[in-house]
C-alpha cells in the first residue's frame, strides 16, 4: 500500500475509540421518547397521590367533628369556616387537627348542630374539590382528583 492510497483508507481500526454522531442520535432519541412518556406520567401519579393525601385530611378533620360531638351531642356550627383557624372557636375546636396537604388544598367546614360537610378545594391547578358529609358520603370532582368517589 502506498501513501496515496491511504487517504482514501476508511476502516476502523483496532485502536478507534468513542461513539459515532449516528449512535449518540439515536442513544438521545431514545431517551427523549422515554422522557416524553415517563415525565407526564409522573406528574399525574404526584397529582392523584395528593388528592388522596386530602382525603385522609378530611377523614381526620370529620373524625374531629364527631368527637366534638360525642363530647357535647351537636356539632358545632359554622358557616363555610376555612381551617386551620387562626382565632376564635374554630381555632380551639380545630387544634388537635392539621392537614397534611395544607400546600394543595384548602379545608372548610360548614355545619349545622345536627350534621357537617367538609370540603377541601384544591391551590392553582390542582383542580380537584373533595366533599365528606357526617351521613359519609363522599365526592370528588374536577380533572385533577383522578377519582370520582372515595
Not at 13 to 21: D, K, R
Not at 28 to 40: F, N, R, S, T, Y
Not at 61 to 90: D, I, M, R
Request: glycine content about 8%; charged content about 10%; overall charge positive.
Amino acid at each position: 500500500m502506498n501513501n496515496s492510497n491511504k487517504a482514501f483508507h476508511f476502516r476502523k481500526t483496532p485502536s478507534a475509540e468513542g461513539f459515532t454522531l449516528i449512535e449518540l442520535l439515536v442513544a438521545v432519541a431514545i431517551v427523549g421518547i422515554l422522557a416524553a412518556i415517563a415525565i407526564p406520567s409522573y406528574f399525574s401519579y404526584v397529582t392523584h397521590s395528593r388528592a388522596n393525601g386530602a382525603t385522609s385530611d378530611l377523614a381526620s378533620l370529620s373524625l374531629v367533628l364527631e368527637n366534638y360531638f360525642q363530647k357535647t351531642l351537636a356539632y358545632p356550627v359554622y358557616t363555610s369556616q376555612a381551617v386551620p383557624a387562626s382565632t376564635g372557636t374554630a381555632a380551639t375546636d380545630f387544634a388537635a387537627w392539621s392537614p397534611s396537604q395544607g400546600k394543595y388544598f384548602t379545608y372548610s367546614v360548614t355545619s349545622t348542630a345536627a350534621g357537617y360537610t367538609v370540603t377541601a378545594t384544591g391551590i392553582g391547578t390542582m383542580n380537584c374539590t373533595l366533599t365528606l358529609t357526617s351521613g359519609n358520603a363522599r365526592t370528588a370532582t374536577g380533572g385533577s382528583c383522578g377519582f370520582t368517589s372515595w
